[in-house]
T-cell receptor, first 115, second 110 residues
Framework: NAGVTQTPKFQVLKTGQSMTLQCAQD?????MSWYRQDPGMGLRLIHY???????DQGEVPNGYNVSRSTTEDFPLRLLSAAPSQTSVYFC??????????????FGQGTRLTVV | LAKTTQPISMDSYEGQEVNITCSHN???????ITWYQQFPSQGPRFIIQ???TKVTNEVASLFIPADRKSSTLSLPRVSLSDTAVYYC???????????FGQGTTLQVKP
């Protein structure tokens, strides 16, 4: 049972480069979301999805794109990396309905450095 | 979504009970209170969730007064491995939109 898998674990980008952070879950969760966490700070919501084909913006969406073509995958694209996007990125998933326990499951994170 | 306020940091010693209080004055009727734990270099992990009164599981207890404007996470007999950041979140159930505050950094000392 893999849970939420993020790749890569580490990445260094040059300013202006683009890349895609991958997130996959095998729990058939409807909800998926992306967060960034800067040093000493809490997590901030970037984008989230309530199901395949549906996405919405979170607290800090600028500079990031997402799409949700399948239930399992929710990639995060950085269009033109900037040093301000240096952070640890977490992907999470959870059920949309059903059991009362609505916990979100998080991946292990992708540590991104933009130079 | 309701805003939460919790202490930035707390210190404790092994074997003590730790209580972390979270304030959420504008909690909505359909909001639940959820606590997450985060270790360094890891994603947050669910600890406990409740709506009112008291909830207990194998890890912690959650106390919620009748007005639901605050909640207290209780960790019994902490150990060094409980050193982590603890987040209090308030949101409707089944939402993919979790808003985290700064959390409470708990340091457990030997």
């Amino acid at each position: 049972n893999a849970g939420v898998t993020q790749t890569p674990k580490f990445q260094v980008l040059k300013t202006g480069q683009s890349m895609t952070l991958q997130c996959a879950q095998d729990m058939n969760h409807e909800y998926m979301s992306w967060y960034r966490q800067d040093p000493g700070m809490g997590l901030r919501l970037i984008h989230y999805s309530v199901g395949a084909g549906i996405t919405d913006q979170g607290e800090v969406p600028n500079g990031y794109n997402v799409s949700r073509s399948t239930t399992e995958d929710f990639p995060l694209r950085l269009l033109s990396a900037a040093p301000s996007q240096t952070s640890v990125y977490f992907c999470a998933s959870s059920y949309r309905s059903g059991a009362l326990n609505t916990e979100a499951f998080f991946g292990q994170g992708t540590r991104l450095t933009v130079v | 979504l309701a805003k939460t306020t919790q202490p930035i940091s707390m210190d404790s010693y092994e074997g003590q009970e730790v209580n972390i209080t979270c304030s959420h004055n504008n909690i909505a009727t359909n909001d639940y209170i959820t606590w997450y734990q985060q270790f360094p270099s890891q994603g947050p992990r669910f600890i406990i969730q409740g709506y009112k009164t008291k909830v207990t599981n194998e890890v912690a207890s959650l106390f919620i007064p009748a007005d639901r404007k605050s909640s207290t996470l209780s960790l019994p007999r902490v150990s060094l491995s409980d050193t982590a950041v603890y987040y209090c979140l308030v949101a409707p159930p089944h939402t993919g939109k979790l808003i985290f505050g700064q959390g409470t950094t708990l340091q457990v000392k030997p």
